[in-house]
């Protein structure tokens, strides 16, 4: 119990050798001596709390933040010391919000509990006591044998045994972890191969040395030990990976739970906090120091008071012994915490529930956005994190991929180069470039077969063809060489949906091209061999040693040797096979780059002018080439080929030393091109980006010049651009002179906007010892394109672009698994629900489905997000200094004795009742201008840029305005009330509690009807919480006082507030102090509107109809109208009531601005008229 216990505290990890040893079955040795290893099960624990730590934790969690600490602070002093308020009065508000956080909190890790316990409960099949045992997945035990079937997911990290396939080989998905959507092929060790029962494998006794848990997906050494055998990643079925095209498998499984790789690699993703937030933090800070600053003061002037012998101890207020005889600094400090909790409420407490309520609330409107909706693939915008909301608003860089992201990932097959001969594929049919003359009659008979076996038109053949019989001949095997190069170097596999009726092989010969199913690692392979296919040369199908395809309808078998895997070092992949004929090949297939230098024979210059010909049109290049291989040279090839695959140290390294030495003296059979044709308003999109102010940066794993073609094709880079170049830098000392060179192009070049290309080499180096030198280049450049990158070289961009002195929000797009690095560092992460799986939409902040949607998402929902929260901050800074203030100034005529200006019941329940809901609703629904305005006006992105909102200038604004309320709040009413005067019907003059209801009177109806002058879209929601939150002010307070409440100790406010409303000198003072606070409040708004006016605030000056010739402005009035006609109309608008006369707000699907768009948040048209 005591080791359980370290355990789940982190004190003694279960492990502590390096390797661990698994017996199958869990057939342990019977001669006693053997003590079994202690592993966890198999379940999987997603969840943050259970239900024995949820409130210590929770608890934990919450008052680490500033706030909720602080207020848990004045609540023990409360109940500590004699204090002028209840600690009900700090003790329930801060009871209210822990509540509500720890109901919000526990609801979503309750949807965790439920999201686990779904799948620990998961049905499985086990081989126990020699038959199929159905249990749970979490009862999975490590040395358990396991039967998965067909499309199910592996509940644990398996070692292949058996399937139904004699060669014991199974196919996997493995989307769910990488985000590759191609099929892998695992395979079992012939030992246990055969064991396709569960008979045969309940007699299986074997032993498995394998080491600890490890998070890499893709590195792994095991040991039979009984046989003995090396084990690669070959035979490891990862947990969350899915089981294709096998009827079923039989695996062990050595890691469980959360050991296993899925479980390591849960990456807890760093909080990211957003621009607003740690603005909320520093007037936090502020509003503390003004906070203790009253507390010393009012502590400072009431002792100097206490001077004076009259005032120190007055003949109504007697000490008593214990008072005296105490420590001055005792009572010093006392009386300052007493202050302290007089005035506490100047911090807002319920500010981060409004937030957090406001933000879980406000994403939402993201996921029910129609405009955001996907069609096509039925997919809506997704909200992963809501603590970001407000910071779609303040994107300064976009960072974004360009396949799949900017691009459909569609890839159709356009061009090839054959033997230095450009060809194109025309509505089904090979076309050379150039003329097309008569082709010979010998080439239109191979042709004319290859279109009856495909449905296709003969291949046009130009005239340098027809040069002999030997030459066409040599044409027709230069055609079909290059084409089973296609079709046989991939990993593309073949779905066994259509072929299960007719065979257990994997070659049905009499299946027609068009039935295949094609599965690929990427959609670039998928696409050149469908085109294969179409040209004639069919690739039917493959097993672990045999790989078939149809040329003119004669089926051919090539026994596959090796396949030399493709990796990012070397960029490319190859395979050696043995044709039909005998003859060892291997076929090759990469990048240009890392192909042209391996070749010594073929048309190397003719086909690499075709391949930069080719990336300028925007296409996706690849080189194939061959070898022949004789008898001698290929046992030697094979030999230190095995040797390298079963070396069990720094096996990486030897196979990439013997795939070097492999794939050498080439001879270049051609080229590739395929399209990946931009998504659908990627230009315009990018456009606005830029029109709002915002930096775009490309980065993308592609070449140089495919890169560049596809930026000037989506208008990231324009013709006018001046384009600046950073690629192939061999040092530091030439990448340092490079930058010098373009930063004095950039400042002595008359060229507005410039652009720059940097490849990856050149990135690194420039990283590595001139960081700012690069960042000045950058910073001066419209638009940057990154090429050649690896993806944690994203990241470092984006890290590098983060911490410089600007410190910009930054947004990064991606939509593959090697996106998911920058998506996380990047202040917004924004997934592409696209075809490289989902781990870049289910890492992100937010996914939607296409790139066009990033416009909407940032200049309408960020847009009204940083309105709102901004304002919402704001707002309670206000409305709190609006209601301490009198409080601080009241100590002043009652000689600093703490008495509280306020009945603790109003204290308790005014951040939480009176005022919440208005600011709440605002926050939630604010449209400050329309949703299209917005759209189709990128340039008022600016206007809030910066965090522009929630500047020093802004808040002092507030904070300031706050004081002046507050200052006319008590001395109007204290000078309305005066001295000696009777207000009251019957001769009665008010008390200290009529005068500080009335002062919150007339604050709780200011600050009420300030929030509706700065809501400028009104629903009948808002009227409702605005309107009826001063109702219940009314109702609650006639009604409190109105009774004898017999749980109450005093009842300072009985008839108080019923004897104050019958007074019309009150009702005369609440309206005159509430026009005065808020009169000038307007005035100030109209004259900063028409003399300084933003563009937003030109833009809802727009929102009229076609027919208005002109604008709400004091610019511009009819003929004979006056000047303050307009003033009167324009301060009409603002307090909202805006005139039907003069502004429409109507919507038809045939307005030209916006005939497609179908957002919920759509409201009318806006039609710009000018003056």
Same mark, same amino acid.
């Given at each position: 119990m005591w080791r359980w216990i370290r355990q789940q505290l982190g004190f003694d990890p279960p492990h502590q050798s390096d390797t661990r040893t698994i017996y199958v079955a869990n057939r342990f040795p019977q001669n006693?001596?053997?003590?079994?290893?202690?592993?966890?099960?198999?379940?999987?624990?997603?969840?943050?709390?259970?239900?024995?730590?949820?409130?210590?934790?929770?608890?934990?969690?919450?008052?680490?933040?500033?706030?909720?600490?602080?207020f848990l602070i004045i609540f023990l002093v409360q109940l500590m010391i004699d204090t002028p308020t209840s600690p009900i009065t700090s003790g329930l508000p801060l009871f209210f919000v822990i509540t509500v956080t720890a109901i919000k909190q526990g609801y979503e890790d309750w949807l965790r509990h439920?999201?686990?316990?779904?799948?620990?409960?998961?049905?499985?099949?086990?081989v126990r006591s020699g038959g199929l045992v159905k249990t749970r997945s979490k009862n999975i035990r490590v040395g358990d044998i396991v039967r998965i079937a067909k499309d199910e997911i592996f509940p644990a990290d398996l070692v292949l045994l058996s399937s139904d396939r004699l060669d014991g080989s199974c196919h996997v998905t493995t989307a769910s972890l990488d985000g590759e959507t191609n099929l892998k092929t695992h395979l079992a060790v012939p030992e246990t191969a055969l064991l396709q029962t569960v008979a045969n494998l309940d007699t299986l006794v074997a032993v498995i040395e394998c080491q600890q848990p490890e998070a890499d997906l893709y590195s792994a050494l095991w040991l039979f030990s009984f046989f003995p055998r090396p084990l690669g990643p070959e035979s490891l079925l990862l947990r969350g990976a899915r089981l294709k095209n096998t009827k079923e498998i039989f695996g062990v499984?050595?890691?469980?739970?959360?050991?296993?790789?899925?479980?390591?690699?849960?990456?807890?993703?760093?909080?990211?906090?957003?621009?607003?937030?740690?603005?909320?933090?520093?007037?936090?800070?502020?509003?503390? &120091?003004?906070?203790?600053?009253?507390?010393?003061?009012?502590?400072?002037?009431?002792?100097?008071?206490?001077?004076?012998?009259?005032?120190?101890?007055?003949?109504?207020?007697?000490?008593? /012994?214990?008072?005296?005889?105490?420590?001055?600094?005792?009572?010093?400090?006392?009386?300052?915490?007493?202050?302290?909790?007089?005035?506490?409420?100047?911090?807002?407490?319920?500010?981060?529930?409004?937030?957090?309520?406001?933000?879980?609330?406000?994403?939402?409107?993201?996921?029910?956005?129609l405009d955001l909706y996907h069609e096509e693939s039925d997919q809506k915008a997704q909200v992963n994190t809501s603590d970001l909301n407000e910071e779609l608003g303040q994107v300064e860089y976009v960072f974004t991929d360009k396949t799949g992201t900017l691009t459909e990932n569609e890839m159709q097959f356009r061009e090839c180069s054959i033997n230095g001969m450009k060809y194109q594929e025309i509505n089904g049919r090979l076309v050379p470039e150039g003329p097309t003359p008569d082709s010979s009659e010998g080439n239109l008979s191979y042709l004319s077969s290859l279109s009856h076996l495909n449905n296709l038109s003969h291949l046009t053949t130009s005239s340098s063809f027809r040069t002999s019989p030997e030459n066409e001949t040599e044409l027709i095997k230069e055609h079909d060489l290059f084409f089973k190069a296609v079709s046989l170097c991939h990993t593309v596999q073949i779905s066994n949906?259509?072929?299960?009726?007719?065979?257990?092989?994997?070659?049905?010969?009499?299946?027609?091209?068009?039935?295949?199913?094609?599965?690929?690692?990427?959609?670039? /392979?998928?696409?050149?061999?469908?085109?294969?296919?179409?040209?004639?040369?069919?690739?039917?199908?493959?097993?672990? /040693?045999?790989m078939e395809v149809k040329t003119l309808g004669k089926l051919e078998r090539y026994k596959l040797l090796h396949i030399l895997e493709f990796d990012s070092d070397r960029r490319r992949m190859s395979v050696i096979v043995q044709a039909?004929?005998?003859?060892?090949?291997?076929?090759?297939?990469?990048?240009?780059?890392?192909?042209?230098?391996?070749?010594?024979?073929?048309?190397?210059?003719?086909?690499?002018? #075709?391949?930069?010909?080719?990336?300028?049109?925007?296409?996706?290049?690849?080189?194939?080439?061959?070898?022949?291989?004789?008898?001698? /040279?290929?046992?030697?090839?094979?030999?230190r080929i095995f040797e390298a695959r079963t070396a069990l140290q720094q096996r990486e390294e030897k196979l990439a030393d013997v795939f070097q030495f492999i794939e050498k003296d080439l001879i270049l059979l051609g080229a590739t091109a395929v399209e990946d044709r931009l998504q659908d308003k990627v230009r315009e999109t990018i456009e606005a980006l830029r029109m709002a102010g915002i930096k775009v940066w490309v980065l993308t794993g592609d070449k140089h010049e495919t890169a560049v073609s596809v930026s000037l094709s989506c208008g990231h880079f324009h013709r006018t651009m001046n384009i600046l170049e950073l690629i192939n830098q061999k040092s530091d000392s030439e990448c340092a002179e490079q930058l010098r060179q373009l930063a004095r192009r950039i400042t002595e070049d008359h060229v507005i906007q410039h652009g720059l290309v940097v490849d990856g080499t050149s990135l690194s180096l420039a990283l590595r010892e001139h960081e700012k030198l690069f960042m000045e280049v950058c910073r001066n450049c419209s638009a940057v394109l990154c090429c050649r990158m690896a993806p944690l070289q994203k990241a470092k961009v984006i890290r590098l672009i983060k911490i410089s002195p600007e410190k910009p929000i930054t947004l990064a797009v991606g939509d593959g698994a090697n996106d998911v690095s920058m998506i996380q560092e990047a202040h917004v992460g924004i997934g592409i629900m696209g075809k490289e799986g989902r781990q870049a939409a289910r890492n992100s902040d937010y996914a939607i489905?296409?790139?066009?949607?990033?416009?909407?998402?940032?200049?309408?929902?960020?847009?009204?997000?940083?309105?709102?929260?901004?304002?919402?901050?704001?707002?309670?800074?206000?409305?709190?200094?609006?209601?301490?203030?009198?409080?601080?100034?009241?100590?002043?005529?009652?000689?600093?004795?703490?008495?509280?200006?306020?009945?603790?019941?109003?204290l308790t329940l005014y951040n939480i009742c009176f005022t919440s809901l208005p600011i709440l609703i605002y926050s939630l629904l604010e449209q400050h201008v329309d949703p299209h305005v917005l759209q189709n006006k990128p340039t008022l992105y600016r206007d809030i840029s910066k965090n522009r909102l929630l500047s020093?200038?802004?808040?002092?604004?507030?904070?300031?305005?706050?004081?002046?309320?507050?200052?006319?709040?008590?001395?109007?009413?204290?000078?309305?009330?005066?001295?000696?005067?009777?207000?009251?019907?019957?001769?009665?003059?008010?008390?200290?509690?009529?005068?500080?209801?009335?002062?919150?009177?007339?604050?709780?109806?200011? &600050?009420?009807?300030?929030?509706?002058?700065?809501? #400028?879209?009104?629903?009948?929601?808002?009227?409702?919480?605005?309107?009826?939150?001063?109702?219940?002010?009314?109702?609650?307070?006639?009604f409190y006082g109105g009774i004898l409440w017999p749980f109450l100790g005093s009842q300072n406010m009985y008839f108080v507030f019923i004897q104050l409303l019958s007074s019309g000198s009150a009702w005369f003072a609440i309206i005159l102090m509430v026009v005065t606070c808020l009169f000038l409040d307007i005035i100030k708004k109209v004259f900063d509107r028409h003399l300084y006016p933003t563009s937003t605030e030109k833009a809802q000056l727009t929102e009229t109809n076609a027919g208005i010739k002109c604008l709400d402005s004091m610019c511009c009035f009819p003929e004979?109208?006056?000047?303050?006609?307009?003033?009167?109309?324009?301060?009409?608008?603002?307090?909202?009531?805006?005139?039907?006369?003069?502004?429409?707000?109507?919507?038809?699907?045939?307005?030209?601005?916006?005939?497609?768009?179908?957002?919920?948040?759509?409201?009318?048209?806006?039609?710009?008229?000018?003056?």
């Open positions: 006693g001596l053997y003590t079994p290893q202690k592993f966890i099960d198999n379940r999987i624990i997603s969840s943050k709390y259970t239900v024995w730590n949820f409130v210590p934790k929770n608890l934990f969690e919450q008052f680490r933040r500033v706030a909720n600490f602080y439920n999201s686990d316990n779904e799948v620990n409960g998961a049905p499985v099949y086990v499984a050595i890691y469980t739970g959360m050991e296993t790789k899925m479980a390591l690699n849960y990456k807890s993703k760093s909080q990211k906090r957003s621009a607003v937030e740690k603005s909320m933090n520093t007037f936090l800070i502020i509003y503390l &120091v003004i906070l203790i600053s009253e507390a010393v003061i009012s502590t400072i002037l009431k002792y100097t008071w206490q001077t004076e012998e009259k005032w120190d101890e007055p003949w109504y207020n007697q000490k008593t /012994e214990h008072q005296r005889n105490s420590s001055k600094i005792l009572r010093f400090i006392s009386d300052f915490l007493a202050f302290l909790v007089l005035y506490n409420f100047i911090i807002p407490i319920s500010l981060y529930v409004t937030v957090e309520m406001q933000k879980f609330l406000g994403s939402f409107f993201i996921g029910w956005d949906v259509q072929t299960d009726c007719i065979g257990d092989g994997p070659w049905q010969s009499n299946l027609a091209p068009s039935q295949l199913e094609y599965y690929a690692s990427s959609p670039d /392979e998928k696409a050149l061999v469908e085109a294969a296919a179409r040209i004639g040369i069919v690739f039917i199908g493959n097993s672990e /040693e045999t039909p004929s005998g003859e060892k090949l291997l076929f090759a297939k990469g990048a240009e780059s890392s192909i042209l230098p391996k070749c010594v024979g073929g048309e190397i210059e003719k086909t690499r002018i #075709h391949v930069d010909e080719f990336a300028l049109k925007g296409l996706r290049t690849l080189c194939i080439a061959y070898r022949k291989f004789t008898s001698k /040279e290929y046992e030697e090839i094979d030999k489905a296409r790139f066009k949607f990033l416009s909407k998402l940032l200049f309408v929902h960020g847009h009204f997000y940083y309105i709102r929260i901004a304002t919402l901050v704001q707002y309670f800074f206000y409305k709190n200094v609006c209601f301490i203030t009198p409080q601080f100034l009241y100590q002043f005529y009652c000689l600093f004795s703490q008495q509280t200006l306020y009945d603790s019941v109003y020093i200038k802004t808040f002092l604004y507030w904070t300031i305005l706050g004081f002046s309320h507050a200052f006319i709040f008590f001395f109007g009413s204290y000078l309305l009330i005066g001295k000696d005067t009777s207000l009251l019907g019957n001769g009665q003059m008010f008390g200290n509690w009529t005068f500080g209801t009335l002062v919150f009177t007339v604050m709780v109806i200011t &600050v009420t009807v300030k929030m509706a002058l700065e809501t #400028h879209f009104w629903t009948w929601i808002n009227h409702l919480v605005t309107w009826g939150s001063i109702i219940f002010y009314f109702v609650f307070s006639l004979g109208e006056a000047a303050c006609t307009s003033v009167g109309r324009m301060l009409e608008r603002v307090i909202g009531r805006c005139s039907p006369t003069h502004i429409s707000r109507s919507w038809s699907a045939s307005d030209p601005f916006y005939t497609n768009d179908r957002s919920i948040l759509t409201l009318s048209t806006m039609d710009s008229s000018t003056c």
